[in-house]
């Protein structure tokens, strides 16, 4: 069978699902960002753009070089189309306005640029994550600022989701709404080809990923989850599990994505008013949306994650995704406690 590229995917969404052809140009340019940010990150020591800024983002987080370069591949490279009202990122403290002088577009853009960027320094898988929302109505004034508030969707509102993962392969893993297709970046010609036309999450798994040093700061609930995940056959799960963790969301959801598991973040007891660690916009949502196009399930813990109506740009929430089997049962011992 011939290959097929990006663009005919795209092109054949049109025909089949009408993918509106702006919304087309957008994924395109930003799966030619990711192309640009692939090659920074291969570069590693020998592109200098390795070690910290010194400087942090809206997190607080230490912003690394590639942090704050990969944000710009993606601004620059989505600010002129006229596909787009806005756009908004980990790395900004504000919703980010188009330059006046190009035409704004019917889209609103939230990506993590560079997802685990922790792990740069240490050569391990790392990704960029991004979230399709439509612009509401009046959001798409020429001439008004745009404000947070146009972006505050619930995550069933996104249109298309999708992250870049760069790792032996890099990878883009997208959903329109119409199942998750993997196309893996063929470098010597530049092109995205589609190597994983139907991808499933399996309904059960035997394992897990979460940071267990973190254990002491957790409620009940995953207290009582993780403790019998751990008991393995012996326990009331009946069944020995492995664990994984490596520190990268991309990574870890696309391991789920490719054999199964479950992936938690839960709320913990160190900062109250933090929900957990990652971020719903640019994080939650658009993963939650691939693993529930790929039939798994997305909770915060006591419901589902797509139907969080947000508050704030940045506002964090516990995640338990992946196999269904497992955040329903994690989830339902939140419900009884
Ligand atoms: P911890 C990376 O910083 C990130 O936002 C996710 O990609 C990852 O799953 C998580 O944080 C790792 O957090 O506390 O284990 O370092």
């Given at each position: ?95 980010y306005q188009i330059p006046g002088q190009y035409p704004k577009g ?202 969080i109506q947000p508050t704030s740009l940045h506002q964090r929430v ?20």
């Amino acid at each position: 069978m011939s290959r097929v590229s990006l663009s005919r995917y795209l092109i054949e969404q049109t025909r089949s699902h009408n993918t509106p052809a702006d919304l087309r140009f957008l994924i395109e340019v930003v799966a030619r960002a990711c192309k640009e940010i692939s090659h920074a990150v291969s570069k590693g020591a020998l592109g200098g753009v390795l070690g910290s800024m010194g400087t942090e983002n809206v997190q607080g987080e230490v912003q690394k070089k590639l942090d704050v370069l990969s944000n710009e591949i993606l601004l620059e490279a989505n600010e002129w189309g006229g596909t787009l009202a806005g756009m908004a990122s980990e790395e900004m403290d504000n919703a980010y306005q188009i330059p006046g002088q190009y035409p704004k577009g019917a889209y609103l853009l939230t990506f993590d640029p560079l997802d685990g960027s922790s792990n740069i320094d240490v050569n391990v898988s790392v990704g960029t994550i991004f979230s399709v929302l439509r612009c509401p109505g009046e959001c798409f004034s020429q001439n008004e600022p745009l404000g947070e508030e146009a972006f505050l969707q619930p995550g069933t509102k996104q249109v298309a989701a999708g992250y870049a993962i760069y790792g032996p392969q890099t990878m883009l893993i997208l959903t329109l709404g119409d199942g998750v297709k993997g196309f893996t970046l063929d470098r010597e010609m530049g092109s995205w080809v589609l190597t994983h036309d139907d991808i499933r999450v399996p309904e059960s798994t035997a394992e897990f990923a979460i940071n267990m040093s973190n254990q002491r700061h957790w409620e009940a609930p995953v207290q009582r989850y993780v403790n019998e995940l751990l008991e393995g056959k012996a326990g009331p799960l009946g069944k020995d599990y492995n664990m994984r963790w490596i520190a990268s969301m991309v990574a870890d959801v696309h391991r789920i994505l490719t054999r199964g598991g479950l992936f938690m973040y839960p709320r913990d007891s160190r900062d109250p008013s933090k929900p957990g660690k990652l971020r719903l916009m640019y994080e939650a949502n658009p993963m939650s949306m691939l693993i529930e196009q790929a039939g798994g399930a997305s909770t915060d813990g006591h419901q589902r994650i797509l139907d969080i109506q947000p508050t704030s740009l940045h506002q964090r929430v516990a995640v338990y995704l992946g196999s269904k089997e497992e955040v329903e049962r994690v989830t339902g011992y939140h419900h009884q406690a």
